[in-house]
Every structure is written in structure tokens, then in C-alpha cells.
């Protein structure tokens, strides 16, 4: 069974549409790897919690030669914030970094998350 041919005159409309879906496509590819490359991603492996505290393990994934800090939380069960702690990563190292983090409660704290890792930018 042969395609039904668009109807005359619309050909045009037909290709213009067709182009602009596969630019619009390409620009999305672009935008998610261009976003993504070079990038600092932390990454919980695991935690414990303790009557005061929170031991959280994170692996920090970052660029060669990046200073990073990390901001490790401690979560009650409402997912309220019931510590805080920054985690300075220094440049020198491998690109994936494993840390180990005690996060010091308010309250009987259940869960331990990484909030966000950002670049540490030098100053001259």
C-alpha cells in the first residue's frame, strides 16, 4: 500500500515542519550534553544514624584538579533539616572521590543526603 501524498500546495509546510522537528531535537541533544559534561554530581552510597548524629557516605564525582565543597544534611521523617554540615573536596586526587561525613542532629535525624557540591573557584 503506497503513502497517501500530501495535499497540493502544502509540501512546503510539510519539509518546514519536518526540518524544525530535527532541529528542535539537536537542540535538545546539545543542551543535555553540554550541561552534563564537566560537571560536579555527588552520589550517596550509604548512612547511618545515630541518637545525635548521621554518618553519611557519598561518592563525589568532579573535572580533574577541582576543588569542590558539599553540603550534607541530616533529614528528620517530616524531611525537615536537622543538621547541616559543608565538606570541603580539594582539587589534588582521582575524579571520583569517596567521603565519609558526620552530620551532628538537632533531633533524632532518619535519612542523610547531599544537598549540592559546588566548584570552589580560586582566587587570585
Known sequence: MPLPRPAPGTTGWWVFGTLACLTAVGLIVWWGIVSTTGGVRPEVT???VASDSVVVDYDVHRPVGVAVVCRVSALDASRNRVGTVEDAVPAQGPTSVHRQVQVRTSVR????????CTRVTATP
Open 46 to 48: 550509604g548512612y547511618e
Open 109 to 116: 535525624a532518619v535519612t542523610g543526603v547531599v544537598d549540592a
